[in-house]
């Protein structure tokens, strides 16, 4: 990457404050970040937690022209767009003019909205590069995962660009070939923590029934996830062969695992992920319509 990128984020949501916390962790300027937040609440919070300008208009965190005082004259490389899908429209389009002048490189983190939406809605003819990013909220907590699509007029050093913020909340993050494998991201990691979550919540009810303290069950069933994961993330062995590993002929997890599969746990998993990915694509028609 050939220099630091001015940042400007349209949404100063939780998604946006843990990128931010990691670009200004790892060195990054403040002059060198914007951020827009239509609540006054929230862009105090933000100004005097991080030090860096936040506005009300979409327009003038693009631009630069307003109510700057520490990015006063820096000009805007990149524009995260990290907001709710109900209003992601509106927004674009009342940023247009200053997206369609400046071109920066626009970074879409909103879940279901495609490529050619973005583009229509800033106008087809203005030739702004687009990607999807699908991060995940343990992104929050430095711990995220994500995946990214680029479309064809995103340059090799804005690619760059955006994996150097990606990095900054994501240990785990690939591009994607085809828009499709968006939804496949989001089935897998953007709404996975969920799956997760209602994993550890049964096994700490069932620790409950059994009689463990729930704070005791949570913890155990909590850190049991992490520490399979990394032993996932760090062995030369492949899933089912660690699986195997711990799964003793006629032991207790063997008896675990047999009235698991008994009861369709694994197609129930694979049902859930399969869901989530056909609830992509009919977000994408809908926002199609708008």
């Known amino acids: 990457m050939a220099s630091v990128p001015s940042i400007t984020f349209i949404g100063g949501g939780n998604m946006c404050e843990a990128i931010l916390s990691g670009l200004l962790k790892t060195g990054h300027p403040t002059s060198h970040v914007r951020i827009s937040e239509p609540f006054d609440q929230r862009r105090e919070y933000l100004r005097t937690k991080y030090g860096v300008d936040v506005v009300e208009s979409n327009g003038d965190a693009i631009s630069g022209k307003q109510g700057m005082s520490v990015s006063s004259g820096v000009s805007c490389d990149v524009v995260v767009l990290a907001v709710k899908p109900q209003v ?171 009235q698991m599969i008994a009861s369709s746990v694994p197609e129930g998993i694979t049902a859930g992920v399969q869901a989530c990915q056909a609830r992509c694509q009919s977000l994408s028609r809908e926002f199609g319509k708008l």
């Open 88 to 258: 992601v429209g509106d927004v674009v389009r009342g940023v247009a003019g200053e997206l369609s002048a400046a071109k920066p490189l626009v970074i879409s983190i909103v879940a279901g909205v495609a490529i050619k939406d973005l583009a229509r809605w800033i106008g087809i003819d203005s030739n702004v590069p687009l990607v999807r990013l699908m991060p995940n909220t343990p992104a929050l907590v430095g711990e995220g995962a994500a995946g990214m699509y680029a479309d064809a007029s995103v340059s090799a050093e804005q690619r760059k660009q955006t994996e150097y913020v990606v990095s900054n909340i994501a240990k785990e993050y690939t591009w994607v070939d085809s828009e499709s494998g968006i939804d496949a991201v989001t089935a897998i990691s953007g709404s996975g923590p969920a799956y997760f979550f209602l994993i550890i919540e049964a096994m700490e009810k069932a620790g409950v029934q059994m009689g463990l303290p729930a704070d005791a069950a949570k913890r155990l069933a909590a850190q049991t996830a992490l520490g399979a994961a990394k032993m996932v993330l760090t062995s030369d062995d492949d899933v089912p062969t660690l699986r195997k590993k711990v799964t003793s002929p006629n032991g207790t997890t063997h008896a675990a695992i047999e």
